[in-house]
């Protein structure tokens, strides 16, 4: 295995670069498009009602 160099072009170490947290914007969306009604085909009305009220009452 190769040791790999982990100096930037500018010759500072990487472990150097200064990073901003100081947004509190996630990293990662809470929901990629793929994952939504829309990006499965199906249509964006929900049956989430019909499914609590039809919840067995062992899930209570």
């Not at 929901?31 to 009602?49: E, V, Y």
């Amino acid at each position: 295995m190769r040791e790999v160099d982990a100096f930037r072009p500018d010759g500072r170490h990487d472990d150097d670069r200064v990073v901003d947290l100081s947004d509190d914007a996630p990293l990662l969306p809470g929901q990629t498009s793929d994952d939504t009604d829309r990006g499965w085909g199906d249509h964006a009305d929900s049956n989430d009602a019909w499914l609590l009220a039809e919840r067995p009452p062992h899930w209570g």
